[in-house]
């Protein structure tokens, strides 16, 4: 039905830069927020950021001024700008929707994506 596929993840050198891009496919109508969450060895799943559908952001303290969210609704694509990347950024990053389907009941669900591996090397 819904599809999330992420690219961009590799291993980058402390100080570097990253740009995470994930697509949503399949029978969609609508989506709500889109976001970034991150999860590394041991560890929960958390917010790394979220965007709205009208552009409103917010993102995890400890990326703010290093990380950018956008989207562009037309494709219905999210990207993720990682700047000044540190070795506690190493994590498995997936992509998140709030999509609401083209089928009845229209009903409003959260997707994710497969996941894609960030290193970063100090």
């Known amino acids: 039905q819904v599809q999330l596929v992420e690219s961009g993840g590799g291993l980058v050198q402390a100080g570097g830069s990253l740009r995470l891009s994930c697509r949503a496919s399949?029978?969609?109508?609508?989506?709500?927020?889109m976001g970034w969450y991150r999860q590394a060895p041991g560890k929960q799943r958390d917010l790394v950021a979220v965007?709205?559908?009208?552009?409103?952001?917010n993102y995890a303290d400890s990326v703010k001024g290093r990380f950018t969210i956008s989207r562009d609704n037309a494709k219905n694509t999210v990207d993720l700008q990682m700047n000044s990347l540190t070795a506690e950024d190493t994590a498995t990053y997936y992509c998140?929707?709030?999509?609401?389907?083209?089928?009845?009941?229209?009903?409003?669900?959260?997707?994710w994506g497969q996941g894609t591996q960030v290193t970063v090397s100090s």
């Open positions: 998140n929707g709030e999509i609401r389907l083209n089928r009845i009941p229209y009903r409003s669900e959260e997707y």
């Open positions: 399949g029978n969609i109508l609508s989506i709500n927020a």
């Open positions: 965007i709205t559908a009208g552009g409103r952001t």
